[in-house]
């Protein structure tokens, strides 16, 4: 057979092949999307298991309406220029994947407006070919509805488990991004039924309440730590369980690394995890949420197409100050039968500076690798990306808007799946652990690193 090019639908649909496995992972994209739109309100529906149909809105920046199309290229992006960009990554996406690989294999409806445009656009895309383009009006933000997923890759579609179990994982999606950003409001319906609502005050805690009930979240030690300047600097916030507070599996290990959810599998869990060292049962796992920032030079997100996996560039430093402030955090506060709201922090404030968390855009200074200094960060700052609407907008007209459901039905976490293999903490393989991090002794009041 001769050597010709892909037609860019087959490409995209190879593509799709890596970054979306199931409606869970269109979900994913985009939610990053619409944070990274500078979104305050994210509204997720899912229908007949996320086949039928996935809906996601927003009121961030939208797409103008020169740009709608391009949007749905491969490799279009606004959030990279140049290969040099990569090291200044302040966004989720910026591999101009999701898009297209999204419209290969499913119809799409996106209903945009951009903050500065008077008008909208509907774009209606199946199997990678435009079908439909109309301006019209609609309020700033941007819907995307996916319908009949798979449609045209049947095998893949044969591949997906029960509805509930697809269901399942799109909150567990949703659930990660709400406790990444608990200053943007998400709701979740799932088949007409509310699954999650935060409130997008920005507090940590009441997501946690919304997720896993009062009674687990007031049981939760806060934890905050900066540490270092520029390239080197790590900034630590977070919840972590005390030892009595525990998991059958790793799903409420809860990390991020510069707003993005990370595999609570590789190097960084294990440092979480042997912080409690001697603390934990076997076979059981810590329910935390570390919120992790560290320079966007530092650590390199562009490993795996999904980016659920990084690499740091100081890995020795960033594991040690993790394992040293999660670990302190256990020995002076674990006694702690109440949470009170000045209780903890007073604890943490010994040693550490504590600050709330802070937006990523607002903590980076990104012309220079030099660190934004913790006096002028912009605590309630802006989003991310490009211009935002001031406030929140309406929705787009024929979808419903994000309306008020706080006095519908409560959300209801997910339990995680108990059948998962239980890992074992204290028979971590000692010599390539180390290896890989550099040796650390944890002490109660210092970290010793052996070099
Ligand atoms: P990436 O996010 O990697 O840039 P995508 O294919 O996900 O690639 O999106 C392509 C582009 O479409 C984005 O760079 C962004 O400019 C635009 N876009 C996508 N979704 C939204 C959204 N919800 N709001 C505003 N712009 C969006
Ligand atoms: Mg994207």
Not at 77 to 82: A, F, M, Y
Not at 84 to 90: F, S, V
Not at 110 to 116: D, F, G
């Amino acid at each position: 057979m001769p050597i010709h090019i892909l037609t860019p639908t087959v490409a995209a649909q190879i593509a799709a092949g890596e970054v979306i496995e199931r409606p869970a992972s269109v979900i994913k994209e985009l939610v990053e999307n619409a944070l990274d739109a500078g979104a305050s309100q994210i509204s997720v529906e899912a229908r007949g298991g996320g086949l039928r149909e996935l809906k996601v809105q927003d009121n961030g920046c939208g797409i103008p309406a020169d740009e709608v199309e391009l949007a749905f290229e491969r490799h279009a992006t606004s959030k990279l220029h140049e290969a040099d960009d990569l090291w200044a990554l302040q966004t989720l996406g910026f591999r101009g994947e999701a898009l297209p690989s999204i419209a290969s294999v499913a119809q799409v409806v996106c209903i945009t407006r951009s903050v500065s445009s008077e008008l909208g656009t509907e774009l209606r895309i199946a199997g990678g070919e435009v079908q439909y383009r109309e301006a019209r009006g609609c309020s700033p933000g941007t819907s995307i509805s996916v319908r009949n997923l798979f449609y045209n890759t049947p095998v893949r579609r044969d591949y997906l488990r029960s509805d509930a179990t697809e269901l399942s994982a799109i909150s567990q999606v949703v659930q990660q991004y709400a406790l990444a950003s608990p200053d943007v409001r998400f709701t979740l319906l799932l088949d007409g039924r509310l699954a999650l609502q935060t409130s997008g005050n920005g507090d940590l805690r009441d997501v946690v309440i919304e997720l896993y009930g009062l009674e687990v979240a007031r049981q939760l030690l806060p934890i905050a730590a900066d540490y270092g300047e520029g390239l080197e600097a790590v900034h630590l916030n977070g919840l972590v369980s005390p030892p009595g507070l525990t998991r059958g599996t790793r799903s409420s290990m809860h990390l991020f690394v510069n707003r993005r959810a990370i595999q609570p599998r590789g190097p960084l869990a294990a440092v979480v995890t042997e912080a409690y060292h001697t603390m934990l049962m076997k076979g059981r796992h810590p329910l935390l949420v570390l919120d992790l920032r560290v320079h966007p030079a530092a650590v390199d997100v562009n490993i795996h197409p999904t980016k659920s996996e990084v690499r740091f560039r100081y890995q020795a430093r960033v594991a040690g100050v993790v394992g040293r402030v999660v670990r302190d955090a256990l020995l002076t506060q674990s006694d702690a039968q109440a949470w009170r709201d000045s209780m903890p922090t007073e604890t943490v404030q010994r040693r550490f500076e504590v600050r709330p968390p802070a937006p990523l855009a607002s903590a980076w200074n990104v012309g220079s690798t030099a660190w934004t200094p913790l006096s002028r960060w912009d605590v309630g700052g802006a989003p991310a990306t490009p211009a935002v609407p001031a406030a929140p907008a309406e929705q787009p007209d024929d979808h419903p808007p994000l309306e008020d459901t706080a006095d519908l039905e409560p959300v209801r976490v997910l339990e995680p799946d108990e059948d998962e293999a239980p890992a074992q903490p204290s028979a971590l393989p000692p010599l390539r652990w180390w290896g890989r991090w550099g040796l650390h002794i944890l002490w109660p009041s210092r970290l010793m690193e052996c070099t």
